[in-house]
Nanobody, 126 residues
């Protein structure tokens, strides 16, 4: 059973940066996508970024384009999220997710992901 282990959340001021990591433990990841979603109370879970595991193609939520970068290390079964120029509205619980199935299309919706990390809090103060 694969487990996703996240690290890197915390409290920063607006304009600063954070880097999140998510390691897939329990075997070699061979699915289609690994990505990050975020959630705040009263709002739907939102796609932050996702990356196709084979090609490295990346997809971003509109609110983070140009500020966040998703990357991966296949050898370490790890995905990273570099978050620059953070804003107070980026405050949320960030969860790593993995779509373990083969897929031709793009996994942009949370229901397509079958493995989830425990979540890490990111708080950006103004």
């Amino acid at each position: 059973q694969m487990q996703l282990v996240e690290s890197g959340g915390g409290l920063v001021q607006a304009g600063e940066s954070l880097r999140l990591s998510c390691a897939a433990a329990g075997g070699t990841f061979s699915g289609s996508f690994m990505g990050w979603f975020r959630h705040t109370p009263g709002k739907e879970r939102e796609l932050v970024a996702t990356i196709r595991w084979t090609s490295g193609s990346t997809y971003y939520g509109n609110s983070v384009k140009g500020r966040f970068t998703i990357s991966k290390d296949n050898a370490k079964n790890t995905v990273f999220l570099q978050m620059n120029n953070l804003k107070p509205e980026d405050t949320a619980v960030y969860s790593c997710a993995a779509d373990s199935r083969s897929r031709i299309g793009i996994s942009l919706q949370p229901y397509l992901y079958d493995y989830w990390g425990q979540g890490t809090q990111v708080t950006v103060s103004s």
